[in-house]
């Protein structure tokens, strides 16, 4: 399904079509249901709305720019830009070079509703080794636990899958 409208200026013909056409798709995957959550803006999902609602939502907050994987609409998991190289800031700062397998890294990244992010992005083009996690709360740590282990080989020798 084409969501390029997404990106286009909120209240225009191209955007209200799109509009429509999220709105039929939604409804479509749960008939007996009058309210979905509502991705504008404002509600980000976190509000069920009927069908006219989310449309006047949309039209005047806009759709969520970053919601273009529908999760929450009955459309499956997709991701929208593979990276060919992540970063591993668990990896003496070295890049790995992942075309094959899961994007585990951005599923980590989706899942905590953080933007994936560079290491150069992420430490402003500061080393990696000035980073501290010792303030970090448990959930934070949690996080970058798992992006480590999503980085290491599930048993030595074995490429195809992670820790």
């Known amino acids: 399904m084409d969501k390029s409208w997404i990106d286009l200026e909120s209240k225009t013909p191209a955007y209200l079509r799109g509009i429509d056409a999220f709105l039929d798709f939604a409804f479509k995957n749960r008939p007996n249901?009058?309210?979905?959550?509502?991705?504008?803006?404002?509600c980000d999902n976190r509000y069920f709305k009927s069908r006219m609602?989310?449309?006047?939502?949309?039209?005047?907050?806009?759709?969520?720019?970053?919601?273009?994987?529908?999760?929450?609409?009955?459309?499956?998991?997709v991701p929208i830009q593979r990276p060919t190289v992540e970063a591993s800031r668990f990896q003496n700062n070295e890049l790995?070079?992942?075309?094959?397998?899961?994007?585990?890294?951005?599923?980590?990244?989706?899942a905590m509703g953080m933007q994936h992010m560079s290491d150069n992005e992420?430490?402003?083009?500061?080393?990696?080794?000035?980073?501290?996690?010792?303030g970090a709360n448990k959930e934070t740590l949690q996080f970058y636990q798992m992006l480590e282990d999503a980085?290491?080989?599930l048993h030595p020798g074995c490429a195809e899958f992670t820790k």
């Open 151 to 153: 980085s290491l080989e």
């Open 53 to 77: 609602d989310i449309r006047d939502h949309c039209f005047f907050n806009g759709f969520s720019k970053n919601y273009k994987n529908w999760t929450y609409h009955g459309e499956s998991y």
């Open 33 to 42: 249901d009058t309210t979905i959550s509502c991705p504008c803006e404002k």
């Open 96 to 110: 790995r070079v992942d075309n094959e397998g899961d994007n585990i890294v951005g599923l980590l990244y989706e």
């Open 122 to 134: 992420m430490n402003d083009g500061e080393s990696s080794e000035n980073n501290d996690l010792s």
